[in-house]
């Protein structure tokens, strides 16, 4: 089992306890969400910049812990032959500002790196990457963009409205050109047929909209 694996490398580190508790809860998610993706196998920028997505809203010191709790999970899954050392080099790095959350906490160049390996010729990508341009360019959090309907697009007026779930107030953005192309490619060639209102749904059965709890899969 490679998280009891992980658990016990960390021990061996001489890691406290609280942090091997920590680390594992947050290795947990993360091993979930991977195998969904093919496993850690299968882990790349576009899988990365994903998981990452889901991250956005949470405080900056918040996405630092979790963004470590992965980085050392792939130094344990490298050293033990489970992937690719070059896989560390996809974890974005975090920085810790006192108000900064996503997508403030990302690199810019993380950010060009993660959106240019996402594999747009499959829906999941089309999906993925027009979700991450909404939050990266955007500054959404992912629960809004998880609970963006049709009626909250304004194609004429090139802008979108939502309600933020955080403050429950209303917010009119600008649809930038390549966001708003991205998110008409999902419509037109990634989302499969959902009478649902929301534009992103799930690709795996049943087929619906996000709950604020997924990750995305």
């Known amino acids: 089992d490679t998280l009891a694996r992980f658990q016990a490398w960390l021990q061996a580190a001489g890691c406290a306890a609280s942090t091997v508790r920590a680390y594992a809860t947050v290795a947990g998610e993360f091993l979930a969400f991977t195998g969904r993706r093919g496993g850690l196998a299968g882990l790349d920028a576009g899988v990365m ?37 070059a896989v560390l080099e996809t974890v974005p790095a975090a920085k810790s500002t006192r108000q900064a959350r996503i997508p403030s906490v990302w690199d ?63 917010v009119v953005l600008p649809l930038l050109k390549d966001v708003g192309w991205a998110v008409i490619d999902y419509i037109r060639h990634g989302r499969p047929a959902c009478d649902c209102p929301q534009v992103f749904v799930r690709h795996t059965a049943p087929i619906g909209p996000f709950s604020d709890q997924d990750h995305l899969h």
Not at 67 to 82: D, E, Q
Not at 128 to 136: E, F, G, K, P
């Open 108 to 170: 810019p160049a993380d950010v060009t790196k993660i959106l240019a390996a996402i594999d747009r010729g499959n829906p999941c990508g089309k999906r993925d990457y027009a979700m991450i341009l909404l939050i990266t360019r955007l500054g959404l959090r992912g629960i809004d963009v998880k609970r963006l309907e049709f009626a909250d697009l304004d194609w004429p007026g090139n802008r979108l409205s939502v309600v933020q779930a955080k403050t429950g107030r209303r």
């Open 49 to 85: 910049g994903a998981f990452v997505a889901t991250l956005a809203g949470y405080q900056a010191k918040t996405v630092e812990h979790k963004l470590c709790a992965v980085r050392s999970l792939l130094r344990f899954a490298a050293g033990a032959g489970l992937v690719d050392a």
